[in-house]
């Protein structure tokens, strides 16, 4: 693994994230961490490095607070729909959150940008380090954590009201990172 710093990470948040998605990261303070990971998802905790993060999700303002904030009803009950995923899983995953329907397919120019959009993943994730626990609610992921994700099926166990949304939940010893997109129409 390569050692990323807040310039190589911010330029793959910035290319893999943008309008209408969430990424964030917090720290890991409590031995349960879905507690952390709500603490990420409701904007209720700073990004321990000082690190960008792009989490302007529909329906939610930029503080990811109000009953509008994609995240607002979660609780930690809800992730018992999330499932384990290798990280290469996890690459194909946050790679295919560009599409609308998180579909190669739907993602301009995919063959083009394949090795580039994979790359700005794997950055993403090497903050995490090689012993991260990483998680997803694509529901392939339940059956087989090894599938290849850019050809699994478009079923998810969704943690808002939007129409669809999908993401990825990855986890070390002293942080939490959530990387999530969403379907509005």
């Known amino acids: 693994m390569t050692q990323i710093d807040a310039t190589s990470w911010s330029r793959s948040v910035r290319t893999l994230f943008g309008e209408g998605?969430?990424?964030a990261v917090g720290a890991r303070r409590r031995d349960d961490w879905r507690l952390d990971a709500l603490d990420v998802m409701q904007l209720r905790t700073d990004d321990p490095r000082g690190w960008s993060k792009a989490a302007a999700a529909p329906g939610g303002r930029d503080d990811g607070?109000?009953?509008g904030s994609p995240f607002a009803a979660v609780t930690r009950g809800d992730f018992t729909t999330?499932?384990?995923?290798?990280r290469?899983?996890?690459?194909?995953?946050?790679?295919t959150l560009q599409g609308d329907w998180f579909q190669t397919e739907d993602i301009p120019d995919f063959d083009?940008?394949?090795a580039e959009l994979t790359s700005h993943a794997r950055t993403i994730l090497e903050r995490f380090g090689e012993d991260a626990l990483i998680f997803t609610?694509?529901?392939?992921?339940?059956?087989?954590?090894d599938a290849d994700m850019f050809r699994r099926e478009g079923a998810y166990e969704c943690f808002t009201s939007h129409?669809?949304?999908c993401g990825v939940i990855a986890l070390s010893a002293t942080e939490v990172g959530i990387f999530w997109s969403f379907t509005v129409a």
Request: glycine share 6%.
């Open 137 to 145: 609610n694509a529901a392939t992921a339940r059956e087989n954590p």
């Open 163 to 165: 129409v669809l949304d």
């Open 82 to 86: 999330t499932f384990p995923v290798s």
């Open 65 to 67: 607070t109000g009953p």
């Open 88 to 95: 290469r899983g996890a690459e194909q995953i946050l790679v």
């Open 21 to 23: 998605m969430f990424a």
């Open 112 to 114: 083009a940008r394949e």
